[in-house]
C-alpha cells in the first residue's frame, strides 16, 4: 500500500503540468487585448481633440473674416477695398432668394462674385508666429432692400481649417472644416 499512495501523487501532478500554460496564455491574451482597446481609445481621443481643435480654427479664420467685411462696408464707398465698393455689390430684394447661397458665388463666376473678398493674410498672420492657414477666409456682401426701405448688407463669410481641401471644380469640402457666419449691417 505504501508504493501505490506515491504513484496516485505523481499521476495528479502529471494531470496538473499543462494548466498553468494555458492559465498563462489567457492571461496573455487578456493583456493584450485590453492594451489594444486603450491604445485604440487613446488615439481615437487624439483625433476627436483634433477635429475640435480645426474646427474651432475655422470658427476663428469666418469670424475674422466677417469683422473684416462689416469693418470695410462701415467705410465711406472710396475707402472701402475694390471688392466690396458699391459698384461690385449686388442688390436683392426682401425675401428674394439670396446671392451667397450660390456655388458659382463662391466659384467666382456668377451671383455676388464681383464682391468676393479674401482677407488679407495681415489680418489674421500675427508677427509671433510663421503659421498661414492653406486656404484664406472669405466673405461676399450683397445689399438688401429691407421692407421699410431700408438698406441693410448681407455679409456671409467662411472660414477654412488648416486641412481643409476642396473640389476645385465644384467647390465642395472633401476634406477639413468650413465654417460659415452670416450677419446683417444696416447703416442710417
Not at 475655422?58 to 475674422?64: I, K, L, M, P, R
Request: with cysteine.
Amino acid at each position: 500500500m505504501n508504493t501505490s499512495y506515491p504513484r496516485l501523487r505523481l499521476s495528479c501532478r502529471r494531470r496538473q503540468s499543462g494548466i498553468s500554460l494555458i492559465i498563462v496564455l489567457i492571461m496573455v491574451v487578456v493583456i493584450g487585448l485590453t492594451s489594444a482597446a486603450a491604445i485604440r481609445n487613446a488615439t481615437s481621443d487624439e483625433r476627436v481633440t483634433n477635429n475640435v481643435r480645426m474646427q474651432n480654427l475655422a470658427q476663428q479664420y469666418a469670424d475674422a473674416a466677417l469683422r473684416y467685411c462689416e469693418s470695410e462696408l462701415s467705410k465711406a464707398d472710396v475707402q472701402r477695398v475694390p471688392t466690396l465698393q458699391e459698384a461690385n455689390l449686388v442688390s436683392t430684394a426682401f425675401g428674394a432668394a439670396p446671392a451667397w447661397d450660390r456655388t458659382d458665388t463662391w466659384l467666382g463666376g456668377g451671383g455676388a462674385a464681383a464682391s468676393l473678398t479674401t482677407l488679407p493674410e495681415l489680418q489674421i498672420k500675427s508677427a509671433d508666429s510663421s503659421f498661414r492657414p492653406t486656404t484664406l477666409p472669405q466673405c461676399v456682401a450683397e445689399k438688401q432692400f429691407l421692407e421699410d426701405t431700408k438698406i441693410a448688407y448681407v455679409i456671409t463669410a467662411r472660414g477654412f481649417s488648416p486641412d481643409y481641401t476642396a473640389n476645385a471644380g465644384t467647390g465642395a469640402t472633401t476634406g477639413g472644416s468650413v465654417v460659415w457666419v452670416q450677419t446683417t449691417l444696416v447703416l442710417n
